[in-house]
Antibody, heavy 120, light 106 residues
Framework: QVQLQESGPGLVKSSETLSLTCTVS????????WSWIRQSPGKGLQWIGY???????KYNPSLESRVTISVDTSKNQVSLQLTSVTAADTAVYYC??????????????WGQGTLVTVSS | EIVLTQSPATLSLSPGERATLSCRAS??????LAWYQQKPGQAPRLLIS???NRATGIPARFSGSGSGTDFTLTISSLEPEDFAVYYC????????FGGGTKVDIK
């Protein structure tokens, strides 16, 4: 059974870059879509973007200018970088993998999430 | 942006009752619609993909229907573990989520 584990700093200063890593175990990174999704405290879910193993990426237009999602197949890791963060970027960040045959459109596996707080 | 509107915001029911949750899209998403369940402190769990395709390990009491702009998640008989928040999500364009429906105990 595939498992996802997010890691990274829990506190980031305003205007700096948020960097998170998702380590995948129990399965390969290849042939799947890997998404980052966030949830602000007490609020709903926002998709940040996805990376397909062949290098294709797609991002939420509202975040596209600040986001990079990449994959390291040698380490079985998916990474997220979000630049120029503000307090509005404070959220629980989830790594997710799509369900088979949904082409990134439904997330069948999720990490436990990691809380990132942006401080001034 | 495709906006998903979920109703009602809160549904108060008793165990054993039937729950009917609605999700309406601002434009057609075909059948690219998923449903998730989220409990406090946990990640969302996929219940349904492609509007009506139950995910692996999801009990048969959960069913999804609809296409185009109107979708429904039905829980035929609520179990104690089903009281949670439910989100719909579309995959027709870049992914967006609805605001959620909280199913709580009456």
């Amino acid at each position: 059974q595939v498992q996802l584990q997010e890691s990274g700093p829990g506190l980031v200063k305003s205007s700096e870059t948020l960097s998170l890593t998702c380590t995948v175990s129990g399965g390969s990174i290849s042939t799947y879509y890997w998404s980052w999704i966030r949830q602000s405290p007490g609020k709903g879910l926002q998709w940040i973007g996805y990376h397909y193993y062949n290098g294709n990426t797609k991002y939420n237009p509202s975040l596209e200018s600040r986001v990079t999602i990449s994959v390291d197949t040698s380490k079985n890791q998916v990474s997220l970088q979000l630049t120029s963060v503000t307090a509005a970027d404070t959220a629980v960040y989830y790594c997710a993998r799509d369900r088979e045959h949904t082409y990134g459109k439904a997330q069948g596996f999720w990490g436990q999430g990691t809380l990132v707080t942006v401080s001034s | 942006e495709i906006v998903l509107t979920q109703s009602p915001a809160t549904l108060s029911l008793s165990p054993g009752e039937r729950a009917t949750l609605s999700c309406r899209a601002s434009q057609s998403v075909s059948t690219y619609l998923a449903w998730y369940q989220q409990k406090p402190g946990q990640a969302p769990r996929l219940l349904i993909s492609d509007a009506s395709n139950r995910a692996t390990g999801i009990p048969a009491r959960f069913s999804g229907s609809g296409s185009g702009t109107d979708f429904t998640l039905t829980i035929s008989s609520l179990e104690p573990e089903d009281f949670a928040v439910y989100y719909c999500q579309q995959g027709s364009d870049w992914l967006t989520f609805g605001g959620g429906t909280k199913v709580d105990i009456k």
